[in-house]
């Protein structure tokens, strides 16, 4: 019983618990959930008052910018407004201005057009008078060639022909007086630098030359040196080259040769075998391989020497044999090493006065006719036979061309071409320089006074002063004064295109007017 009610009373208290436990939990869910409810109801009165707010807000800021944009508008509206209304101004007084113009116009248009009636009435007028002054001079031109007894085409071709005239009479004159002050200031300066060039370079009057006669020490040597049926003589010119003249000039051998370096080398071998006296083939051989072994050496100290002497350096040794070459060659007379070394002293001296380059200069001069030492092995003439050596042989270009034109074969490149070209002029018209043959001399002359007497107007013309000046006589009544000018100026040009001559030759013109009267 007790056990029942142990267990009664253990389920009444577990009920109890449950129930309380029940009612504690069902408490606090209470208080609970209405706490959750006023924060809740707080949050939504919160909510609901932000969001009035928010809206408040926002429908203030709507309000302003609707205001801000109605103001914007009417501001731009007002702007547009006053410029419509300025545009509108500027179009009406553009308006009035161009109703003005088009006034001003139709003004204009009316005075063209009465003007252009006039000028019409005055062309016409115009064209009347003219069709008079053409009838009037078609009048006085008949009546003119009436009275003059020309026509008007002969009196024009007569005017032309005097213009013409008058025309040529002054270009004569002037002319003359252009060439004649030039002449007077060429003259004195080109005498001033040549003479002190001339003056400060003394040479020999007369140039050296080859000896080509052999002096014997007695007649008897001639047989010596013909031999038996004539071997030695035949072994000598076999060897050496060249002809052996034995006539009758006593104590006399003429050596003849085309090659001057081969008659030297058999004018010292015949001397070297008559001081022998040992003559015959085998002795005549070796003596002329030993002389023409010293000949060849004694060339190229000659063209070395020569160097030394003007002060030329960085010649090119192969050039020495050449210009020893020289000294046995010669032009119309003149030992062409010494007239080189002339050429180059007055050109180094013509340099100096003109402010030029004397060292180049006188290397130039030197060696203008370097091509004469080789002329015979090569075809064609000295100056570019001497300008294709030298520049074989690394030489400037300046002294090739100086070389090649200095007697117009090329074109000149420098001032150092004419200045080589005068200085041989100069030097090979040195009185006594050169010699020419009879023949030569006669024929220039000949030439010069042909010339000369083939001019309109020319009566008589006569060569003087060994054919360096040529006097020409005219018809008074042919050439004028001022065209006695121009025909000097035409015969030297002719000169000059037709022939060949060393230095200058002086064309003087004389015109002489002789009145003659009788009294009775």
Known sequence: MTTIYVAVGGVLLAGACLFGGWFLHKSRYDRINGDAEQRSARVLDEARREAQSVLKSAELGAREELFQSRRRFETE???????????????????????????YIDQKEA????????????????AAMREDVARLQQEQRQRLEQIAGLSAEKARQQLEEKMIAEARMNAA??????????????????????????????????????????????????????????????????????????????????????????????????????????????????????????????????????????????????????????HYRTSYGQ??????????AISAMIAGELGLDPKLARRCGFLHDIGKAADHEVDGP????????????????????????????VDAESVYTF??????????????????????????????ERIADSFEGVEKSYAIQAGREVRILVNHSLVSDAEAVVLAEEISRRVEGELEYPGQIKIMVLRETRAVAFAR
Do not use: W
């Open 77 to 103: 509206t007002e702007d547009t407004r006053r410029e419509l209304a300025k545009r509108t101004e500027f179009l009406d007084q553009r308006d009035a201005g161009l109703d003005k113009k088009v006034a």
């Open 382 to 409: 000295h100056a570019l036979i001497g300008g294709k050596l030298l520049r074989k042989l690394g030489e400037a270009t300046a002294v090739i061309n100086a070389v090649e034109g200095h007697h117009q074969d």
């Open 173 to 326: 004159r002037t002319v003359k007086e252009v060439r004649e002050d030039a002449e007077r200031r060429a003259r004195r300066e080109s005498q001033r630098i040549i003479g002190m060039a001339v003056q400060r370079y003394a040479s020999e009057h007369i140039a050296e030359m080859s000896v080509s006669v052999v002096d014997l020490p007695n007649d008897d040597m001639k047989g010596r040196i013909i031999g038996r049926e004539g071997r030695n003589i035949r072994a000598f010119e076999l060897a050496t080259g060249v002809d052996v003249i034995i006539d009758d000039t006593p104590e006399a051998v003429i050596i003849s040769g085309f090659d001057p370096v081969r008659r030297e080398i058999a004018c010292q071998s015949l001397q070297q075998l008559i001081r022998d006296g040992r003559i015959h083939p085998g002795r005549i051989e070796e003596v002329v391989q030993k002389t023409t072994a010293e000949m060849q050496e004694r060339v190229r100290e000659l063209g070395e020497q020569a160097c030394l002497e003007l002060g030329l350096a960085n010649v090119n040794p192969q050039l020495h044999p050449y210009i020893g070459r020289l």
């Open 111 to 126: 005075k063209l057009e009465k003007r252009d009636q006039e000028l019409k009435a005055g062309l016409d007028e115009v």
């Open 419 to 448: 200045l080589t070209s005068a200085a041989d002029a100069i030097s090979a018209s040195r009185p006594g320089a050169r010699r020419e043959s009879l023949d030569n001399y006669v024929k220039r002359l000949e030439s010069l």
């Open 335 to 344: 030992n062409l090493l010494l007239h080189s070394k002339e050429v180059a």
